[in-house]
């Protein structure tokens, strides 16, 4: 099901509050270009003081408040005289360097008039999957939080490669509101909720709560935006939600003109609630936050071991070895049989070492190379299951 009809079907309210959002102290805002921009890649600065002015509200209620928020690149269209976004890199790289200054800028007034003030924080992929770059990140947006800012986050588009097709910031979302502990996520589009088709078709139903992944089986869930400046779809929002509620965050996801209304606990949108345990922040981001730099295949021994009695891999499991890697980077294991990956983990020796260990025993290893080859390959307490 794409966000592309543009049309927000409101949904009757029932009087009812949702606890979760009412109850949420710390919240993080996603707003797509869609949302914010018009047809022709302008700000739209209606639809930007509107946020503004629920947000703005919040913050002075004494929530805290992290807005991530897409149109850099939309936003500089109008100003470069592009008729659309245009497809080649650089291109996209120019007008997000024009359209960003503008975007912020526009906060920044909308929230001054709030007595907010704003900080811009810039991202790339590389910056939620590398630990160290991740645990910088989480210091500057806390101690933003800790000094009354409104964090305003977005991917850095002016240097991005692939990253910037990143699920038009869903799933960097996500890992921001997992990042800062956050009590509450909310994705804003031009959708008013969850549909288990089209939801330009009558026929079909909105998902007023998603409990779990079987109450995703009856949708139909597509990739297109809506024509013009966006790029994600609700494919990405739903992967968001997955993401967000497996580290423990419900997420309510509306049409960005329904924020006031969502915000305030009414029961419109789609609710997914949060799982019951939270993960250690570690095995979150081994799982979500980081990119395999290699994949080591295992043989069906191996995979039982790593799965059902959930030990540590070892060499003499492997069967063979992709991708150029380091110590401690990130790499997944892969069933060789099948070449699904099962589980993701922070592995103990360089690429180039791995090959003359495949198969051996870390006993053999030891007597013949040394005491340092008796390590495992990846300790069970690096490993986590996809």
């Given at each position: 099901?794409?966000?592309?009809t543009?049309?927000?079907r ?38 930007v ?5 629920v ?53 920044a ?22 630990r ?11 101690k933003l ?41 909310v ?12 939801p ?14 079987s ?28 993401i ?18 969502a ?8 609710l ?60 997944d ?25 495949l ?6 290893l ?13 300790h ?7």
């Open positions: 099901m794409g966000s592309g543009g049309a927000v409101h949904s009757a309210q029932n009087g009812r509050v949702r606890e979760v959002v009412t109850g949420a102290r710390r919240i993080v805002v996603k707003v797509g270009s869609s949302s914010l921009t018009t047809a022709a890649g302008g700000i739209d600065q209606q639809r003081d509107a946020l503004v002015d947000l703005g509200k919040l913050a002075t209620d004494g929530r805290e408040v992290v807005l991530v928020s897409s149109g850099a690149i939309a936003a500089g269209l109008a100003p470069l005289n592009l008729p659309k976004r245009p497809r080649d890199l650089a291109t996209q790289q120019a007008a997000a360097s024009v359209g960003q200054g503008l975007l912020i800028g526009r906060y007034a909308g929230f001054a008039r709030h007595g907010r003030t704003v900080g811009q924080v810039l991202l790339t992929v590389d910056d939620v999957t590398r160290a770059h991740y645990r910088n990140a989480y210091r500057t947006l806390r939080l800790d000094l009354g800012a409104l964090p305003i986050v977005n991917e850095n588009d002016t240097v991005a490669t692939e990253e910037i097709r990143f699920g038009d910031n869903d799933r960097l979302a996500a890992l921001v509101a997992a990042l800062v502990h956050a009590d509450l996520l994705l804003l589009s031009d959708v008013d909720a969850l549909y288990t088709g089209d330009a078709d009558p026929a079909s139903r909105r998902l007023e709560v998603v409990r779990d992944e109450d995703l089986e009856a949708v139909a869930i597509g990739k297109a935006g809506r024509a013009g400046v966006g790029t994600g779809g609700m494919v990405t929002k739903v992967e968001a939600a997955r967000a509620t497996g580290f423990g965050i419900p997420v309510v996801l509306t049409a960005a003109p329904l924020a006031g209304p915000l305030e606990g009414a029961e419109i949108g789609t997914f609630e949060a799982a019951a345990r939270r993960p250690t922040a570690r095995l979150f981001w081994l799982a979500h936050a980081t990119a395999p730099r290699g994949r080591l295949h295992l043989d069906p021994g191996a995979v039982a071991a790593v799965v059902v009695r959930r030990k540590s891999l070892l060499p003499a499991g492997i069967t063979s070895v992709d991708g150029s890697f380091a110590a401690g980077d990130p790499v294991l892969v069933a060789a049989d099948s070449g699904v990956p099962i589980a993701r983990g922070l592995v103990n020796y360089d690429a180039v070492e791995l090959p003359a260990l198969g051996r025993t870390t006993a053999d030891a007597a013949a190379l040394g005491p340092e080859y008796e390590r495992e390959v990846v069970r307490d690096d490993l986590v299951l996809l």
